[in-house]
């Protein structure tokens, strides 16, 4: 029941903030300002420690179907020139499921 995307843009994507409260938006949740975006959690990605987030409450994307008891976990990379987006989201169990292999998988990328 879970999905996850890689996604890879050049530039910031709209940077890591937008991207994250977009995330959040999806689930009905506020906006966090800077200083709680720079609070999140690490993880290794790409060589790098990145902000990763994850998200509980009924997923509204703005394309597809409405998913109640969902949850996203989210982790993002600034490169140089580009910004990788690797996004696990479903139901809230499929996810929970999943957390490990997310975040083993976002340590393998290379």
Do not use: H, Y
């Not at 890689?6 to 300002?33: K, P, Y």
């Not at 509980?56 to 490169?79: H, K, N």
């Amino acid at each position: 029941g879970a999905r996850c995307t890689v996604t890879a843009l050049r530039g910031t994507g709209g940077g890591v903030e937008a991207n994250v409260n977009r995330w959040r938006e999806q689930f009905g949740r506020d906006a966090l300002g800077g200083d709680a975006i720079d609070a999140l959690p690490r993880i290794p990605m790409l060589g790098r420690l990145v902000p990763s987030v994850r998200i509980e409450g009924t997923f509204a994307p703005s394309r597809g179907d409405t998913v109640s008891d969902a949850a996203l976990l989210g982790a993002i990379a600034t490169l140089d020139g580009e910004t990788v987006f690797v996004k696990l989201v479903g139901p809230r169990d499929a996810v929970d499921d999943q957390g490990e292999r997310f975040a083993a998988f976002c340590r393998g990328l290379r």
